[in-house]
């Protein structure tokens, strides 16, 4: 069974531009989260999709934004980059009746210069 | 006060030995535990979750949760060499979905 895939896996942009990063759930699954792994940070709780729809939101700006796509991939879209961005971008899956249960990707790597 | 607190580390132990790795947490009101394993530049590994005071095993790995204290471990027995990584413990509050992760402990086995 595939994993949780994301892409691009590297990503160069400089400040002030817009990146747009995507993932593709594991077959069946319906949620799919968004975390930022920042140095020196942690794993911090960006976003959740479920069934098309945001269900919840981390404590970030709204220039992080996204979507679920009816096949339940997603895409998270960073507006006005700014060099804090910089980090790991991780994609997760779930069922939608085991929200705990959750399964990464390897991540996207966003470098704002 | 942060929501879940891990001991950084760095953990280095030799081969074969058993590791202790713990985290704490402040909201009572969480009510699944995980573990998490990541190697480096890599996503982080679902290696177990549990949701009740005790134990469980998977393999060489142990999850303990106590509730009263608000502390979670894992045990790794007979740790190898490929154990090597950052563990990241995590919890939940059902219905929210959102996980609240420690900051990781880097442990490190000695061949």
């Known amino acids: 069974e595939a994993g949780v895939t994301q892409s691009p896996t590297h990503l160069i942009k400089t400040r002030g531009q817009q990146a747009t990063l995507r993932c593709s759930p594991i077959?069946?699954?319906?949620?799919v989260y968004w975390y930022q792994q920042a140095l020196g940070l942690g794993l911090q709780f960006l976003l959740w999709?479920?069934?098309?729809?945001?269900?919840n939101r981390g404590n970030f700006p709204p220039r992080f934004s996204g979507r679920q796509f009816p096949n339940y991939s997603s895409e998270l879209n960073v507006n006005a980059l700014e060099l804090e961005d910089s980090a790991l971008y991780l994609c997760?899956?779930?069922?939608?009746?085991?929200?705990?249960?959750?399964?990464f990707g390897p991540g996207t790597r966003l470098t704002v210069t | 006060q942060k929501e879940v607190e891990q001991d950084p580390g760095p953990l280095s132990v030799p081969e074969g030995a058993i590791v202790s790795l713990n985290c704490t947490y402040s909201n009572s009101a969480f009510q699944y535990f995980m573990w998490y394993r990541q190697y480096s530049r890599k996503g982080p590994e679902l290696l177990m979750y549990?949701?009740?005071?005790g134990n469980k095993e998977d393999g060489r790995f142990t999850a303990q949760v106590d509730k009263s204290s608000k502390y979670i471990s894992l045990f790794i027995r007979d740790s190898q060499p490929s154990d090597s990584a950052t563990y990241l413990c995590a919890i939940n509050n059902f219905g929210n979905e959102k996980l609240t992760f420690g900051t990781g402990t880097r442990l490190t086995i000695i061949p």
């Open positions: 999709y479920d069934e098309g729809e945001e269900r």
């Open positions: 997760a899956s779930s069922s939608g009746t085991t929200g705990y249960e959750q399964y």
């Open positions: 549990t949701y009740s005071s």
């Open positions: 077959s069946g699954h319906t949620s």
